[in-house]
């Protein structure tokens, strides 16, 4: 080991003893030995042994780790702290602006444990209600963890998608006239990202002639008549080269997932690739309908296609409305009136505002006066935004014991619940699903809220039966909320078709914390059409009248009165 790595490993324990809570004292002689180490004019392994000890700034502690690194390359007191620190805590000291102290305050008292989950937590504004943290530090974090993320190598569809459509519009403009079309998993919508693919009608020399010489392109690789480019230095861009002729064929293979091409091929489709005039005359030769992008996937889309059963499958001009949505009153960032003025200005007949409840307490969670409270002003709020309704909701602790946060005589006051899990994630199977459950069988359950508590890259959500959970909703009248934040997108939409086939409503909502999240609706668009959703079974594409009528009968059904 040279200096510098001795030196970074002294620092690191540092940092994770204060971290830990440990002696402070300690902590600090090894950053003072870190200090020490790299201003050395000599390397450590070179020096005589007992001359280590008579370094100013090396103690005995210090001068036996130093002498273990040498020696075995291992620093054991070091390796005992990384065992039982979250490898997330660890990454967070990468993050310009996060010291040790404000590590664990936010891993103590929000219990987060990776990136992913501090970056969705600086989104719902949660680092506000934490001492020691005000708006501009919440930002100045948020902006250099995604400087950070920037870097690595899978991104979220909503993180690439306005670069991918620079791309594609500039390389329009570098190889016209040829046809240039964005393909791949990015035109299926897939929810994770590794590589933006186009395809272009030009020969490979053509395309590696004008690419080069466009900024931020590095070519990297070329096989056949594929070029591999790295954008930006981060982003993995495939270009598919062909001729004109051949262009909407390779659109079409291209766009598909390996499993829709083996069971089109299969159906006897291959046959009609050649020199296509379109993807629509493809599948018209096939005797199919047009199948849309973001269902080639292998499901069953081949055999609706045949039959001409293809549903119109949603769009975000669809959403009629907002549901789940947080203001000033727990952890958003606006007014409740601003959260409503700005929906109705952008065309919503209704917001369903839900707030986090009381065992909310990291987010400012609605005690039951400030329920009353805020209860009241939607009131006086409806009469002067009328006909746009505000909606009382509320989005309900699922407890560990699978109760709702609220009495019975306090959930009956609202329009609808969402229920949602948000503590003690690291469940087992079996916890989850009794949680999940008993919270679904409450007939004050209106929307189950982010069923697995996913976090995409960040945070696996926890183990459930999908199919069991579907079944209960659909037994007890409730909707599955497809929580339409990017880094969400839960329920996955691989079971949306099984909710639909059982008659289960999906509510595409935002959980918007400020009036900025509105635009996630988008996100969940997409995500719900890759599951078949139309705007039919979808529960924010209900018109005002329909939705008030919906709850109003709900409530009947379940024999809820005030």
């Known amino acids: 080991m040279d200096n510098y790595a001795i030196a970074d490993n002294f620092s690191l324990l540092s940092k994770l003893m204060d971290i830990h809570g440990e002696n402070s004292f300690k902590a600090k002689s090894f950053a003072s030995a870190a200090f020490t180490i790299e201003k050395l004019p000599a390397q450590l392994k070179d020096t005589p042994r007992d001359d280590i000890f008579r370094i100013k700034g090396i103690g005995d502690s210090t001068g ?189 293979t291209t766009t598909a997932s390996p499993a829709f091409m083996d069971k089109f091929n299969v159906a006897g489709g291959a046959s009609h690739l050649q020199q296509a005039i379109s993807e629509e005359s493809i599948f018209s030769a096939a005797g199919m309908g047009f199948i849309p992008p973001a269902l080639r996937e292998g499901y069953h889309e081949i055999e609706l296609a045949r039959q001409h059963l293809l549903p119109t499958l949603i769009t975000p001009a669809d959403i009629k409305g907002i549901i789940h949505s947080h203001s000033q009153w727990s952890d958003g ?56 309704r505000i909606f009382k909701s509320i989005e309900a602790d699922i407890l560990n014991d699978g109760a709702l946060d609220y009495p019975d005589e306090i959930l009956a006051t609202f329009d609808l619940v969402i229920a949602s899990v948000h503590s003690n994630l690291k469940m087992t199977e079996d916890k989850a699903m009794t949680r999940l459950l008993k919270a679904i069988e409450n007939p004050y359950t209106t929307i189950l809220g982010h069923m697995t508590g996913r976090l995409l890259l960040s945070r696996n959500g926890y183990p459930v039966d999908h199919k069991a959970v579907i079944d209960a909703c659909a037994a007890n009248n409730v909707a599955i909320e497809l929580n339409a934040h990017p880094r969400r997108l839960d329920i996955d939409w691989t079971w949306l078709p099984y909710a639909l086939e059982k008659n289960v409503l999906i509510s595409i909502d935002p959980d918007a914390h400020s009036i900025k999240g509105y635009r996630d609706v988008h996100y969940g668009s997409l995500a719900a059409q890759k599951g078949g959703v139309t705007k039919a079974n979808n529960l924010s594409s209900f018109t005002v009248d329909m939705l008030s009528n919906y709850l109003l009968e709900r409530k009947k059904q379940k024999d809820i009165t005030l």
């Open 64 to 252: 036996k780790s130093i002498l273990e690194m040498l020696d075995t390359s291992q620093f054991s007191l070091l390796d005992t702290y990384i065992g039982k620190t979250p490898a997330g805590i660890v990454e967070m000291l990468e993050i310009k602006g996060l010291g040790p102290k404000k590590i664990a305050t936010i891993w103590k008292e929000l219990e987060i444990e990776s990136m992913g989950e501090l970056l969705y937590a600086c989104n719902e504004n949660r680092l506000l209600l934490l001492k020691g943290f005000g708006e501009k530090t919440q930002e100045n974090v948020r902006l250099n963890i995604e400087f950070y993320l920037s870097n690595r190598n899978r991104y979220l569809y909503a993180e690439v998608e306005e670069t991918a459509a620079d791309i594609e519009k500039m390389l329009r403009e570098a190889l016209a006239p040829a046809n240039v079309a964005l393909t791949g998993a990015f035109r299926r919508q897939a929810v994770i990202i590794d590589e933006v693919e186009l395809v272009i009608a030009a020969t490979v020399e053509d395309v590696l002639q004008k690419m080069t010489t466009l900024p931020g392109f590095v070519h990297v690789a070329t096989n056949n008549s594929n070029l591999v480019w790295k954008y930006i230095d981060k982003l993995k861009v495939i270009i598919h080269t062909c001729q004109p002729v051949d262009f909407y064929s390779t659109l079409f």
């Open 333 to 388: 960032l606006d007014t409740l009136e601003e959260m409503a003025t700005t929906a109705r200005d952008r065309g919503f007949e209704y917001l369903a505002i839900s707030d986090h409840s009381r065992s909310a307490f990291y987010a400012n969670g609605l005690s039951i006066d400030r329920v009353i409270a805020q209860q009241e002003q939607i009131d006086d709020l409806n009469k002067k935004l009328a006909p746009f």
